[in-house]
Structure formats: C-alpha cells, structure tokens
C-alpha cells in the first residue's frame, strides 16, 4: 500500500510564514514597490530586504512565543532565525553603502512599529488601533528607501506622505464597510474624513512640486471609493472581493504615481 505523500519542507514553511491576511500583503508591497521604483539603488534594495524579513517573521515570532504545544515550532524557531539573519545583513549592507546619516526615518517609523508589536504580542493585532500603527509604520517605508537612494529629507517626506494617504484612510475604509456589512454600529465620518484630509494634503504637495498631479487624481479616486463603499447604499461586496479589489487598485496606484515621479 502506498502511503499519503506528506507536506514538503517548503510547504510547511510556507505554512508558518507567508501572512494569512491578504490585506497585510498591500500594506508592505505597495510602499516597497513605490519606493524602490521611484528611488532605486543598492541600499534601497538591501533595506527592502529587511523589511521583508522583518515582515514573514511576524507568524513565526507569535507561534513561538504563543503558549501549548504545537508541532510547527521547530520550524518557526528556523524560520525565525534564517529571517532575523536576512534582516540583519540588509540592514548592515544599507547602513554600509548609504551612511547614517539616512536612517532618520527608521526613527519615525520605530514608535508606529513598535505600538503594532505590541498590541500584536496581546493578540490584538486586528484591532483598530494596531492596524493603523502598522499602515503608518509601513508608510514610511518609501522614505527610508528615498532617503537610502541619496534623497534629502522633504522629497523623502512627500514620497511616504503620498503613500500614507494610500494606506490609512484604506484601513479605516475598509474596516468601517466590512464591519457595517456585520451590521456593527460603525461610524462613516473618521474614515471619510480621513480620505478627505488625505486627498487635501496631497493636492498640496502636487502644488508645490513635490507629488505628481497623477498623485492627486488617485487620491481622489479613493475618496470616491470610500463614499461609494461607505454612502451609497447598494449590494454587499464580500470581503475577499474588496481585499482583491483594494489590491489591484493598489498596484495600478503605485505603478501610475511611481512612473510620473520626478525628483
């Protein structure tokens, strides 16, 4: 008799790393994407590196420090320890090719990051609050990458800005849908608000030459996606169709900003 072929190495791997939530997945591509193709260099690239080591370690870290036993352990413990060398070693090639002096936005991001790590740990990690530390976290990620490329600080600055505009309003938007779908009684205005300041904010920038208006148009964009979502009442989108939705939109965000950037 044949015995059942069991998971491969790779697949259980897999299994203990690669995120569950699909939402988690554009929260870190985009602004990698946006970054490394607006500002690519060398540094960049190893940084990026980090991040994404630092990203697949999350899964991982909880099953470990999680109570009980559990069969996938050993491989977590490997996995976190393959990650945590990944991480280490981007970081040293971008401190060693872009200087100290570009490692001010790890500074701002590291509160954010550090207030996700937390309510993370306490098993709070879908919260509200911590969904939003991590999108801010994240949204910095293109300034790191700017500022690794050579980029003074108010480029660097306009570039995460942009990003940030993207990222937590669509948080607080697609939290606030899914959860009225629920029949929770979610308010609409911080998350209308916050599109509208975002939308504000970007104009500003394009105005004074440090976004393209391309910036502006899609920005605008996710305003209208958030009043359709969140205003007009009509069939509701399950959440798999909105988490695919938000990532094509995404994609085609963050290729259409990044290619009309100039400097």
Not at 41 to 53: C, D, E, K, P, R
Not at 81 to 109: D, E, F, K, Q
Not at 220 to 234: E, F, Q, S
Request: charged share 10%; glycine share 10%.
């Amino acid at each position: 008799m044949i015995p059942e072929p069991t998971d491969s190495l790779p697949a259980r791997v897999g299994q203990v790393v690669l995120p569950r939530e699909h939402g988690g997945w554009s929260l870190v591509l985009e602004p990698l994407a946006l970054g490394l193709i607006v500002a690519p260099s060398a540094a960049g690239a190893a940084l990026g590196m980090a991040f994404l080591a630092v990203f697949f370690s999350r899964r991982p870290l909880k099953l470990v420090l999680g109570g009980g036993s559990d069969p996938r352990r050993s491989i977590a413990f490997g996995s976190i320890a393959v990650l945590a060398a990944i991480a280490a070693a981007g970081l040293l090639v971008a401190g060693m090719r872009a200087g100290p002096a570009s490692r001010w936005p790890l500074l701002l991001a590291a509160p954010a990051a550090a207030a996700f790590a937390w309510w993370d740990s306490r098993g709070e990690g879908r919260e509200a609050a911590a969904e939003l530390a991590g999108a801010t976290a994240f949204a910095i990620v293109p300034a790191a990458l700017a500022a690794a490329a050579g980029w003074t600080s108010r480029p660097a600055l306009a570039l995460t800005a942009v990003m940030a505009g993207r990222s937590v309003p669509t948080v607080m938007t697609v939290r606030a849908y899914l959860r009225r779908n629920q029949g929770q009684p979610v308010p609409r205005t911080p998350a209308l608000t916050a599109s509208v300041l975002a939308l504000a904010g970007c104009l500003v920038l394009c105005r004074m030459h440090l976004a393209p208006w391309t910036a502006g148009v899609m920005t605008a964009l996710l305003l209208a996606r958030a009043m359709a979502l969140l205003i007009v009442t009509g069939p509701r989108i399950p959440a798999s169709r909105v988490g695919l939705a938000e990532a094509v939109f995404g994609g085609i965000l963050v290729l259409v900003v990044a290619l009309s950037w100039s400097r």
